[in-house]
């Protein structure tokens, strides 16, 4: 785990319940430095999302606190951006304007630069082509990908995203893993992505938060990078040591599984 100097985003001691259900019942301690991406990956139920919501400032810790560069999380504020499984387009404005949206609150940009920063990130994500497209004539990945692009052209210290690829069929989720994985790198922005899906976090991470069945325990914290390396390609997808690394977790997720439902029984 990192050292203080290098805890960009910092869980110390974390809980949390709803009324009498303990969602982060052991406290969660974690340290992400700047510009990593981290999936947190887990059954559903187990309680990721509630942690990347503490960290949005949708929720609130019961017991202890989560820092931004030093300064604890409050509510939600434009350094922190979301992205979630539904799409979140405004059909009645054009992709452009979509993505300009995301600027509303940046007093410190005028109209061009917000319409000149919009084309940036529409061409970053490779919709520049749909500028003046509306959402209704465009597919569900390019909403997605304009969803993307909003929350970029915000400029968050952190990007938020619960399984935001989960309603699309298999193809298209895979190429928007590809585009996802090209648009973290060249912005360098710290990403937390949560998903159950094991193939998609061994592709997409830096590092693998591995949670069990709720309340959420960390079963393992993988340095997937120094596993696999930078490049992400079909390739890795084919090459043995994926193969290894998937069937590894899954068999650890399994095995937790089985022991949280005889617990139960």
Same mark, same amino acid.
């Given at each position: %785990? +990192?050292?203080?100097?290098?805890?960009y985003l910092r869980f110390e001691s974390v809980t949390k319940t709803f009324?009498?259900?303990?969602?982060?019942?052991? +406290?969660?301690?974690? @340290?992400i430095p700047a510009g990593q991406f981290v999936v947190f990956l887990g059954?559903?139920?187990?309680?990721?999302?509630?942690?990347?919501?503490?960290?949005?400032?949708?929720?609130?810790?019961?017991?202890?606190?989560?820092?931004?560069?030093?300064?604890?999380?409050?509510?939600?504020?434009?350094?922190?951006?979301?992205?979630?499984?539904?799409?979140?387009?405004? +059909?009645?404005?054009?992709?452009?304007?979509?993505?300009?949206?995301? %600027?509303?609150?940046?007093?410190?940009?005028?109209?061009?630069?917000?319409?000149?920063?919009?084309?940036?990130?529409?061409?970053?994500?490779?919709?520049?082509?749909?500028?003046?497209?509306?959402?209704?004539? &465009?597919?569900?990945?390019?909403?997605?990908?304009?969803?993307?692009?909003?929350?970029?052209?915000? @400029?968050?210290?952190?990007?938020? %995203?619960?399984?935001?690829?989960?309603?699309? @069929?298999?193809?298209?989720?895979?190429?928007?893993?590809?585009?996802?994985?090209? &648009?973290?790198?060249?912005?360098?922005?710290?990403?937390?992505?949560?998903?159950?899906?094991?193939?998609?976090?061994?592709?997409?991470?830096?590092?693998?938060?591995?949670?069990?069945?709720?309340?959420?325990?960390?079963?393992?914290?993988?340095? &997937?990078?120094?596993?696999?390396?930078?490049?992400?390609?079909?390739?890795?997808? @084919?090459?043995?040591?994926?193969?290894?690394?998937?069937?590894? &977790?899954?068999?650890?997720?399994?095995?937790?599984?089985?022991?949280?439902?005889?617990?139960?029984?």
């Amino acid at each position: %785990m +990192p050292d203080q100097a290098g805890a960009y985003l910092r869980f110390e001691s974390v809980t949390k319940t709803f009324g009498a259900v303990p969602v982060v019942q052991e +406290p969660f301690s974690l @340290d992400i430095p700047a510009g990593q991406f981290v999936v947190f990956l887990g059954p559903s139920g187990c309680g990721k999302t509630t942690l990347m919501r503490m960290i949005g400032g949708l929720d609130t810790p019961s017991s202890g606190r989560i820092l931004l560069q030093g300064q604890p999380v409050g509510g939600p504020d434009i350094r922190r951006g979301m992205v979630f499984q539904s799409y979140s387009s405004f +059909p009645w404005l054009s992709v452009r304007k979509n993505v300009e949206f995301g %600027m509303r609150f940046r007093r410190d940009m005028t109209k061009a630069q917000k319409r000149e920063r919009a084309g940036y990130f529409l061409d970053l994500v490779g919709l520049s082509d749909f500028a003046s497209s509306y959402p209704s004539r &465009i597919s569900g990945g390019m909403r997605q990908r304009v969803a993307i692009a909003r929350t970029l052209a915000a @400029d968050p210290d952190v990007l938020l %995203m619960d399984e935001p690829f989960g309603a699309l @069929d298999a193809n298209l989720r895979e190429d928007l893993q590809y585009e996802l994985r090209k &648009i973290q790198k060249k912005s360098g922005k710290t990403t937390i992505f949560v998903t159950h899906d094991v193939e998609e976090a061994v592709f997409l991470a830096d590092r693998i938060i591995v949670f069990g069945s709720r309340p959420a325990r960390v079963m393992a914290d993988m340095d &997937i990078l120094s596993m696999v390396g930078p490049v992400r390609d079909e390739t890795l997808r @084919d090459s043995e040591r994926f193969f290894h690394i998937r069937t590894d &977790i899954l068999h650890l997720l399994r095995g937790r599984l089985r022991e949280a439902g005889q617990e139960g029984a």
